[in-house]
């Protein structure tokens, strides 16, 4: 059973950074595809940023260039480098993991861009 650990989140001013983290634990974990989304209040989860297994990555347009989803040497840890944040960037953000039909979600995380 994967289990997924975050950290990361908090306030921060718009224009700043944070890096959020997603430790998971279990068996196979090299072999997920990986991912971030957000939610934000009265609005759907959406996908934010993901990797897959071979180290592809995709972006949601509202955050390329800004922000970059990458993972440590393991493959057990993906992070999610969030760049010149804007108050549209407060959310729950949710790592996720996913191997054909089983899928894990972290506990999420709040961001929260504000002056």
């Known amino acids: 059973q994967v289990q997924l650990v975050e950290s990361g989140g908090g306030l921060v001013q718009p224009g700043g950074s944070l890096r959020l983290s997603c430790a998971a634990s279990?068996?196979?974990?090299?072999?997920?595809?990986k991912g971030w989304y957000r939610q934000a209040p009265g609005k759907q989860r959406e996908l934010v940023a993901v990797?897959?297994?071979?180290?592809?990555?995709n972006y949601a347009d509202s955050v390329k260039g800004r922000f970059t989803i990458s993972r440590d040497v393991a493959n057990s840890t993906v992070y999610l480098q969030m760049n010149s944040l804007k108050p549209d960037d407060t959310a729950v953000y949710y790592c996720?993991?996913?191997?054909?039909?089983?899928?894990?979600w972290g506990q999420g995380t709040q961001v929260t861009v504000s002056s």
């Open positions: 996720k993991f996913n191997l054909f039909a089983t899928i894990v």
């Open positions: 279990g068996r196979f974990i090299s072999q997920y595809t």
């Open positions: 990797i897959t297994p071979g180290g592809s990555t």
